[in-house]
């Protein structure tokens, strides 16, 4: 069974500044898939990052990076350079790789917002 | 040149109706799903169909009833509609259905509204 949490149900962030959402999570998987989604107020999902449990180096894209700390069970994400946009709620959501329910286990949220 | 495409955006019918959301994509994938969303923004998975294959169906009433007549499609059909079934409706599709690196791209999803 896989299980994600993020205790953080609202955040705020000042536009230009760094932050960092809280995602722990915990799978009985040997491998698994960690990713990020955003949904702004208009209601899609949008992806953002992935990590592979094995991956050696944090995943990065863009302003987004992971703070993987696989011993640690954690996988937080970390936005530089905030900006207005990206108000939204965040999303962290596990895959098993290679037994189990192959769909996506999400975590309850974090509604960020940006403050100019 | 939409992805995953959902329709209808919003549905608003009776208690007791019978309705039917549709979702389409044109990726090549050869994954679907179907995720819903509730009132406190939860994500749940509902079924999941690799090659028009079931391959995840879960603790939901079989009053829910999905269809996948290819790969691109994915249907939901909803029966006797309950005040609970209230939600937002997320179709997703991906590839390579032992390969979970590859991220799952979602519709815009069905707001569905049970008077």
């Known amino acids: 069974a896989q299980k994600i949490t993020q205790t953080q149900p609202g955040m705020f962030v000042q536009e230009k500044e760094a932050v960092t959402l809280d995602c722990t999570y915990d799978t009985s998987d040997p491998s698994y898939g960690l990713f990020w989604y955003k949904q702004p107020s208009s209601g899609e999902m949008i992806f953002l990052i992935y990590q592979g449990s094995y991956d050696q180096q944090n995943a990065t894209e863009g302003r987004y990076s992971l703070n993987f700390q696989k011993a640690r069970k954690s996988a937080n994400l970390v936005i530089s350079a905030s900006q207005l946009g990206d108000s939204a709620m965040y999303f962290c959501a596990t895959f098993p790789k290679d037994t189990g329910r192959r769909a996506l286990t999400f975590g309850s949220g974090t509604r960020l917002q940006v403050q100019p | 040149d939409t992805a995953v495409s959902q329709t209808p955006k919003y549905l608003v019918t009776q208690m007791g109706n019978d309705k039917s959301i549709k979702c389409e994509q044109n990726?090549?994938?050869?994954?679907m799903y179907w995720y819903k969303q509730d009132s406190k923004k939860f994500l749940k998975i509902m079924f999941s169909y690799n090659n028009k294959e079931l391959i995840i169906n879960e603790t939901v009433p079989n009053r829910f009833s999905p269809k996948s007549p290819d790969k691109a499609h994915l249907n939901l059909h909803i029966n006797s509609l309950e005040l609970g079934d209230s939600a937002v409706y997320f179709c997703?599709?991906?590839?390579?259905?032992?390969?979970?690196?590859?991220?799952?791209?979602f519709g815009d999803g069905t707001r569905l509204s049970i008077l």
């Open positions: 990726l090549g994938h050869d994954t």
């Open positions: 997703a599709s991906s590839q390579g259905y032992t390969y979970s690196n590859q991220p799952q791209h």
